[in-house]
Nanobody, 125 residues
Framework: QVQLVESGGGLVQAGGSLRLSCAAS????????MGWFRQAPGKEREFVAG????????NYGASMKGRFTISRDNAKNTVYLQMNSLKPEDTSVYYC??????????????????WGQGTQVTVSS
């Protein structure tokens, strides 16, 4: 059974940085796409970034480009999200997701099969 465990969330001031981690277990991830999504209260789940486990192709949400970087460590089965220049509007619960057999790094939450429990990121102004 695939399990995704996020960590690294917290409280940070505007302009600061955080690095989120997603530890994956219970599967063979060479054919998976890994994604980060976020959801704030009263808002829809939003695509943040994604990476192909096989060739490291990446994709980013429009408002994250240039500020966030997604990466992976195959040996540790872990995906990271480095977030810089954080803004109060980045405040949200961040979720890690795994999509089995995806041919592209999708920005659609419905195409991901497994989800973590989420980690809270709060950016103060």
């Amino acid at each position: 059974q695939v399990q995704l465990v996020e960590s690294g969330g917290g409280l940070v001031q505007a302009g600061g940085s955080l690095r989120l981690s997603c530890a994956a277990s219970g599967g063979t991830f060479s054919s998976y796409v890994m994604g980060w999504f976020r959801q704030a209260p009263g808002k829809e789940r939003e695509f943040v970034a994604g990476i192909s486990w096989s060739d490291s192709t990446t994709n980013y949400g429009a408002s994250m480009k240039g500020r966030f970087t997604i990466s992976r460590d195959n040996a540790k089965n872990t995906v990271y999200l480095q977030m810089n220049s954080l803004k109060p509007e980045d405040t949200s619960v961040y979720y890690c997701a795994a999509g089995r057999g995806l041919l592209v790094v999708s920005n659609l939450a419905g195409q991901y099969d497994y989800w973590g429990q989420g980690t809270q990121v709060t950016v103060s102004s």
